[in-house]
């Protein structure tokens, strides 16, 4: 299957500075990518879905200001968790998808970027 | 609005047993997939098998088997002759195919622990 990469892998900073995780499909385009939180011992939670060149779609009660997402290419997303605060130390985890055609099913996740916040 | 639920939050199971993992699904839409994922402690998912709402046969996949009852709204994962490595998260996923964002989601997963 296709790759999808991400990094760094894990990350500590401290209260109130920005971090940047990269999320990059390598070997396929991705028109589509999904940005996932999970906490410890709980399930994947949709945060927002980019598509690349426009504006990323949040779900309810996710911050887009303080989530901020670029999909500037086909291959790469970034999001940005500004102002870190302790409460987002999380495990985020990307995945694309293709997106050719609406039947297109495969979508391929990143091994995650697991965040700290001191 | 789609959902999906999990009810199983810990399973133990012995060594070369079968085990079945329980997923309920709720959807209007009626063009959707299933997907079934394991989550090992290294935290990357692992896509197990895919059932398409369309599908008349069930999805297999080596000793990966998806029980689908679609009048139930049910697609619970039969794991065959588990395997110490099967000791994992499990979650059931589910995506409508024609939705204007066409996201996976997710239910609350189950941890499968496998007695040697």
């Known amino acids: 299957g296709a790759v999808v990469s991400q990094h760094p892998s894990w990350v500590i900073c401290k209260s109130g500075t920005s971090v940047k995780i990269e999320c990059r499909s390598l070997d396929f385009q991705a028109t589509t990518m999904f940005w996932y939180r999970q906490f410890p011992k709980q399930s994947l939670m949709l945060m927002a879905t980019s598509n690349e060149g426009s504006k990323a779609t949040y779900e309810q009660g996710v911050e887009k200001d303080k989530f901020l997402i670029n999909h500037a290419s086909l291959t790469l997303s970034t999001l940005t968790v500004t102002s870190a605060h302790p409460e987002d130390s999380s495990f985020y985890i990307c995945s694309a998808r293709s997106g050719l055609t609406p039947e297109e099913n495969e979508q391929f996740f990143g091994p995650g970027t697991r965040l700290t916040v001191l | 609005a789609q959902k999906i639920t999990q009810t199983q939050p810990g399973m133990f199971v012995q060594e070369k047993e079968a085990v079945t993992l329980d997923c309920t699904y709720d959807t209007s839409d009626p063009s959707y997939g299933l997907f079934w994922y394991k989550q090992p402690s290294s935290g990357e998912m692992i896509f197990l098998i895919y059932?398409?709402?369309?599908?008349?046969q069930n999805a297999t996949e080596g000793r990966y088997s998806l029980n689908f009852q679609k009048a139930r709204k049910s697609a619970n994962l039969v794991i065959s002759a588990s395997q110490l490595g099967d000791s994992a998260m499990y979650f059931c996923a589910m995506r409508e195919i024609y939705s204007s964002a066409s996201k996976i989601i997710f239910g609350s997963g189950t941890r499968l622990s496998i007695r040697p």
């Open positions: 059932q398409g709402s369309y599908d008349q």
